[in-house]
């Protein structure tokens, strides 16, 4: 699958954010959504970028910590974690907005990630 990222990109706590566009490829349906952002990192990291910050800890659906917003969706188009949530629920050539959970509780601390 290829597909086009559009991820909130914050430098901390107190930076402006702002969407980015990533385009990532070889994309397997059989990859969980954490692992699609895996992928984009070690790009990035390969061209010298900033990897994405996200939270995330047992990837086995069972910690809570993987929280993000994923199309204007809790988690995503299926009810369950972000780290059990897989690629076949896209379609090659989508457009998938990332952002951090958004609320007054949960200050962002760096991209993804939410205090
Ligand atoms: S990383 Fe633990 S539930 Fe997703």
Known sequence: MNLTLRIWR?????????MTTYQVSGISPDMSFLEMLDTLNEELITRGDLPVAFDHDCR?????????????QAHGPERT????????????????????????????VKDLVVD
């Open 10 to 18: 914050q430098a901390g706590p107190d930076a402006p954010g702002s």
């Open 60 to 72: 086995e659906g069972i910690c809570g910590a993987c929280g993000m917003v994923i199309n204007g």
């Open 81 to 108: 974690t972000t780290c059990q949530l897989h690629m076949r629920h896209f379609k090659d050539g989508d457009t998938i907005d990332v952002e951090p959970w958004r609320a007054a509780a949960f200050p962002v």
